[in-house]
């Protein structure tokens, strides 16, 4: 069965840390990877997405995930986080003969000023 | 903002009620994806349709069920509502199995 793991519950850095959180996945064939990140009180919305190509994708706010295939891995990375990054990220997958997006447990990003 | 549209916001109801929530899909969307997301968790996918045929299911049961009407607009009803329903439902309608934008969801709450 598709399963996505995030190994951080809750992440907490000052501002201009580096960040990166986690994610694997548990998928036997061709995934689609998503990151999505929820803001306070904001809906759901698209920081990056890998569907083929080149393994590192850039996405939106400065985001950054590496694809990595043989560690069924997808880890989102921020080299200078800011409050505003202060929100909910969730990982997910798409497998090619799924019609369904598959969410991690979300990892929650709190950032001092 | 994605263009999709949920109503109504927010909902309380009593434990055995039934409930509809509404979604109105990106225009040039054919898809539409519920979810439900329980406090503290990811979203969790209960069913998908294409064309206004359901085209997958999640882990829940038949009284969850769901329509898509011609102009891909969309309903979830839920029957015999149980405290554990409680929870922000959110729709996200896409191009096929492209990238689904999700709306703001609505949050159900039952008592």
């Known amino acids: 069965a598709q399963s996505v793991s995030q190994h951080n519950h809750h992440v907490i850095l000052s501002e201009a840390a580096s960040l990166e959180l986690g994610c694997n996945y548990s998928y036997g064939g061709t995934v689609n990877l998503f990151w999505y990140v929820q803001y306070p009180g904001q809906h759901l919305q698209l920081l990056l997405k890998y569907f083929s190509g080149d393994p590192l994708v850039k996405g939106i706010k400065g985001f950054e995930a590496e694809f990595i295939k043989s560690k069924f891995s997808f880890n989102l990375r921020k080299p200078s986080v800011q409050w505003s990054d202060t929100a909910e990220y969730f990982c997910a997958v798409l497998g090619s003969s799924a019609s369904k997006i598959i969410f991690g447990s979300g990892t929650r990003l709190s950032i001092r000023p | 903002e994605t263009g999709v549209t949920q109503s109504p916001t927010h909902l309380i109801k009593t434990r055995g009620q039934q409930v509809t929530l509404r979604c109105s899909s990106q225009?040039?969307?054919?898809?539409v994806s519920w979810y439900q997301q329980a406090l503290g968790q990811g979203p969790q996918f209960i069913f998908q349709?294409?064309?206004?045929?359901?085209?997958g299911r999640g882990n829940f049961p038949p009284r969850f069920s769901g329509l898509q009407f011609p102009n891909y607009s969309s309903e979830l009803n839920v029957n015999a509502l149980e405290l554990d329903d409680s929870a922000l439902y959110l729709c996200a309608s896409s191009w096929g199995t492209q990238e689904q934008y999700f709306g703001p969801g609505t949050r159900l709450t039952v008592t």
């Open positions: 349709y294409y064309r206004e045929e359901e085209n």
């Open positions: 225009s040039g969307h054919n898809t």
